[in-house]
């Protein structure tokens, strides 16, 4: 008798649950940091200048693309698996619509001060719904 060995099959979500390709959403300066605490900054303000691109950190679909949560300005929220969520905030102009597919590095927005005083882009990684450091999962640069 042969012995087989087991086939590993994975779906979408297990080869994504760890994201290993996350990219830097934009090319600014980093001026507040993740703070989950009584500071609480759910993710990193990246100052920008009008219009500079802002990209997909990972590849996704667009699940939420407008202007209706308070303190966000226009908003993007892409879901990359079961388990991941990401958000780029305060853009000032919307390039993709819910429900589009997109790559890691597609440009979805433009930096904006829409909910802000300043130009930048507020981004966020979520994962099961809870905010965590975007700067554990960007490349050093």
């Known amino acids: 008798m042969v012995k087989k060995k087991p ?8 080869r994504l ?42 590849t996704g679909e667009v699940v939420y693309a407008g202007s209706e949560l308070a303190g966000y300005g226009k908003l993007i929220i892409m879901k ?16 993709v619509r819910e429900g ?6 597609q440009k979805i927005a433009e930096i904006g001060s829409t909910g802000t005083t300043e130009p930048k882009l507020h981004f966020e990684i979520r994962h099961n719904g809870k905010p965590v450091d975007p700067m554990r999962f960007l490349p050093e640069r």
């Open 100 to 105: 589009d597919s997109v790559k890691a590095g």
């Open 80 to 95: 990359h698996n079961n388990s991941y969520l990401s958000a780029y905030a305060h853009n000032k102009e919307l390039l």
């Open 17 to 58: 649950s760890n994201i290993s390709s996350w990219h830097w959403p934009a090319n600014g300066k980093v001026v507040r940091m993740y703070n989950n605490g009584n500071g609480l900054n759910k993710g990193i303000d990246i100052r920008g200048k009008l219009g500079e691109p802002v990209s997909a950190a990972a």
């Open 7 to 14: 086939v590993k099959t994975a779906d979408k979500t297990e």
